[in-house]
Nanobody
Framework: QVQLVESGGGSVQAGGSLRLSCAVS????????MGWFRQVPGKAREGVAT???????NYDNSVKGRFTISHDNAKNTLYLQMERLKPEDTAMYFC????????????????????????WGQGTQVTVSA
């Protein structure tokens, strides 16, 4: 099975930057895609960004223009570069992996829901102070 391990979380001042990493143990021989989610206590898990096997990306509108998702296949690592962080970005961030892509393309700003994903990391905390 695919194993995911996040790292890079921490505390940062508003306006600052942070890069999250997700180590991927292996890849399935399929049309997989990966994503980042975030969650705060008492709230539903929220999709942040996705990247398909062929490199197509999509972002939630709340982070568009500030966050960048990327995948380095040679390093088996998924990244989320976060810039101009805001206090409302504070959350536990999770990386996730979906074995199969059942759609032709993403609609901008509309991301696959959590239940589409098969594997999850343990999460890494990001705290942005004002």
């Amino acid at each position: 099975q695919v194993q995911l391990v996040e790292s890079g979380g921490g505390s940062v001042q508003a306006g600052g930057s942070l890069r999250l990493s997700c180590a991927v143990s292996e890849y399935t021989n399929s049309r997989y895609y990966m994503g980042w989610f975030r969650q705060v206590p008492g709230k539903a898990r929220e999709g942040v960004a996705t990247i398909t096997k062929d490199g197509t990306t999509n972002y939630d509108n709340s982070v568009k223009g500030r966050f960048t998702i990327s995948h380095d296949n040679a390093k088996n690592t998924l990244y989320l570069q976060m810039e101009r962080l805001k206090p409302e970005d504070t959350a536990m961030y999770f990386c996730a992996y979906a074995r199969e892509r059942w759609f032709d393309s993403f609609s901008p700003g509309i991301l696959p829901p959590p239940y589409d994903y098969n594997y999850w990391g343990q999460g890494t905390q990001v705290t942005v102070s004002a």
